[in-house]
């Protein structure tokens, strides 16, 4: 699902969040961005798929995906981010969950399995992606770019040389994955490989 937030300036741009439907319930995978989207989205799954979302889990500490957590943990929703997560949006004032997850960790939700993983500092220093290996498709939240930008988008809290180091122990672990990125388009298969590109634009205009 993609909802939208001001980007600064008063520009919308959209984020991508997802969610998984399984026999116990629906599980999202980030909040929506914008706050009138909160019980719309938990109204659309239900009346689309006659389920109530039971799960929801925060990939980085940006309000572009931890906006939701208080409204959910408020509707009973299990919420969940990582412990390095958790220790920056409270430095940050940012919503936070109610679970903390402290390593890697592989789910099993109804007929469903799927696995996060910390691969490193990127976009910003706890971001983490989500791996469903039967279907092979990794969730990468803002860790990964569209190919429809040719900018790195928000570097407040990012470290771009270790998010290369990140992106290719990403690379190297999931083979030939469909990528859902945090912003703009998932169409194309390329994603991680044309943040790899950005990545290394930036670090040669950087030497200058």
């Keep these: 699902y993609t909802t939208y937030g001001d980007a600064g300036n008063g520009n919308m741009f959209p984020a991508n969040g997802m969610y998984l439907v399984t026999e116990k319930g629906a599980v999202l995978f980030d909040t929506p961005w914008d706050t ?19 799960m929801c889990i925060s990939t980085h500490f940006h309000d572009d995906w931890t906006a939701g957590l208080n409204y959910y943990k408020q509707k009973g929703i299990a919420t969940y981010t990582t412990k390095q997560t958790d220790e920056l949006s409270k430095v940050n004032h940012d919503p936070r969950a ?5 390593r890697d960790t592989t789910f099993h939700i109804g007929q469903y399995t799927f696995e996060t993983f910390y691969p490193g500092k990127g976009h910003s220093p706890d971001n983490i992606v989500i791996w469903f290996g039967k279907e092979k498709i990794l969730y990468g939240g803002c860790f990964i770019k ?22 290719k122990k990403v690379k190297a672990k999931f083979n030939k994955p469909e990528y859902i990125p945090g912003h703009q388009s998932w169409e194309d298969k390329n994603s991680l490989r044309h943040t790899l590109k950005l990545l290394e634009q930036a670090k040669r205009k950087n030497k200058g």
Excluded: C, P
């Design 98 to 102: 109610q679970y903390l997850i402290y």
């Design 146 to 167: 569209s190919t429809e930008t040719n900018s790195l988008g928000n570097l407040a809290d990012a470290d771009t040389d270790e998010w290369i180091i990140s992106a």
């Design 36 to 54: 009138t989207q909160f019980q719309l989205l938990l109204d659309s799954i239900k009346a689309r798929h006659n389920k109530n979302v039971i």
